[in-house]
């Protein structure tokens, strides 16, 4: 993929639905007595890994892509099957680790890999609270990754009082999740508050669970039933189009849509730490997952501090923010952020090596990034390491940089973003 700089992104786009709540609205579908019909689900290769292992597993789900709708006809709790070989889970870390809580619970036998990127990424932060609650899963190669093997039970599990080390969704999920299925209520404290999607659909759901401060708590077997989820439109994806809205002179663009649940709105708060020119437009949804409009105005931005609490909202949002950063005045600086060596790829070193290759200054810490902003960026060609968000980041820079840029790898970006190329066109005047 080949990108020319730009002279500015003017329109109106909607982005794909939301990715974390695709997934759960399967998942929790199928946990669920009746039919949960689901509309703008997101397309994406993740997501469909997720509507593959479940019907692997007896779940009939109809799914209309031209539409981006789906139907998944629930069985409750107990209702999945053993699928009849491995679970393959693709390039999907939220499937494997949710599905473990889910699976953990069952009576029979499951073993679940992925892909060469999966195999590489740590499982022990599930395996650890799941071993505690009384699950019999293991690494198979002995190193905390996948492929991972969980053999079936036939008592519940145990209801844990569980402290994360990490603020992360995926491993407060597995472990909720599996609460589904304990003898006592179970909960999950962590450090910050990880995005609480999962919360929000169970309870919709008619799971009994609250969210106390930092502590998520769920209490065991209720009746879930099924609903009709209408996924946000995912605002990991358009932070690409509110950052290139951003940096490239002469922009506007309005997307609709967006969801802007709280816990994921970090890319929000620090455009407006920065200086952005953003407005938050149309706020709707407000009880459960809040849905606006994003206008965005080409701006002068400046360079902010980006730590603590506002990281786990804005995880996967940070490398297109560092591309943001090039184009700020002063220094920012990205802490607090080691999540970002074990994503994808590792997303730190990544994004040093190839915002260095097109003239940043940007320098990589233990936990983050310093960035001196100011500097023109040019083009060079970039190893987007089969990363969606690293080839969708630099997608971006490659607008605002001089001469052209190559993408190795840009088909990488079918895992969340299917139509991301296209989109992005469509907004150049």
Do not use: W
């Not at 290769?45 to 019907?55: N, P, Q, V």
């Not at 996948?146 to 491993?171: D, M």
């Not at 407000?286 to 980006?306: F, K, M, P, W, Y």
């Not at 390491?385 to 088909?411: K, P, W, Y």
Request: charge should be negative; hydrophobic fraction near 40%.
């Amino acid at each position: 993929m080949i990108l020319q700089k730009v002279n500015a992104l003017k329109g109106e786009i909607t982005v794909p639905g939301d990715k974390s709540i695709s997934h759960r609205a399967v998942m929790f579908g199928a946990l669920a007595e009746g039919t949960t019909e689901i509309t703008h689900f997101l397309q994406g290769a993740d997501c469909l890994s997720t509507i593959g292992c479940f019907r692997d597993m007896g779940i009939a789900i109809e799914n209309d892509p031209l539409n981006n709708k789906v139907m998944v006809h629930g069985k409750g709790l107990h209702g999945l099957k053993q699928a009849s070989g491995i679970l393959n889970v693709g390039n999907s870390g939220t499937t494997m680790r949710l599905m473990s809580g889910i699976l953990s619970a069952q009576t029979f036998s499951t073993t679940m890999t992925g892909d060469d990127s999966i195999q590489k990424r740590p499982m022990g932060r599930v395996i650890t609270p799941l071993t505690m609650m009384g699950a019999d899963i293991k690494s198979i190669s002995g190193n905390g990754c996948a492929p991972l093997e969980i053999l079936g039970r036939h008592t519940p599990l145990h209801g844990i009082s569980y402290h994360s080390p990490v603020a992360s969704a995926q491993v407060k999920s597995a472990v909720l999740l599996a609460g589904l299925y304990g003898d006592v209520p179970t909960s999950v404290t962590e450090p910050y508050v990880s995005r609480n999607h999962t919360e929000l659909m169970l309870k919709m759901l008619g799971a009994d669970i609250e969210n106390q401060g930092n502590t998520a708590v769920i209490k065991p077997e209720p009746d879930l039933h099924a609903e009709k989820i209408t996924v946000p439109g995912d605002i990991s994806s358009a932070a690409y189009f509110v950052a290139a809205g951003l940096i490239i002179p002469g922009s506007e663009i309005l997307i609709k849509n967006v969801g802007i649940n709280p816990t994921r709105n970090g890319i929000i708060k620090v455009c407006e730490m920065m200086g952005a020119d953003i407005k938050i437009e149309n706020i709707r949804n407000t009880d459960t997952e809040a849905v606006a409009d994003i206008l965005v105005r080409h701006s002068e931005l400046t360079g902010a501090e980006i730590g603590g609490a506002l990281i786990p909202t804005l995880i996967d949002e940070l490398p297109v923010i560092a591309v943001m950063a090039c184009f700020a005045k002063g220094k920012t600086i990205i802490k607090d952020a080691a999540e970002l060596k074990v994503k994808e790829s590792n997303r730190i070193d990544v994004m040093v090596h190839n915002l260095s290759l097109m003239g940043a200054k940007v320098t990589a810490t233990e936990d983050g990034l310093i960035i001196e902003g100011g500097r023109p960026l040019k083009g060079a060609v970039i190893d987007s390491n089969l990363d969606h968000r690293i080839a969708m980041s630099f997608a971006v820079a490659a607008l605002a940089a001089d001469d052209s840029t190559e993408i190795l790898g840009a088909e990488c970006v079918n895992i969340s973003y299917p139509d991301f190329y296209s989109d992005l066109k469509s907004l150049v005047p």
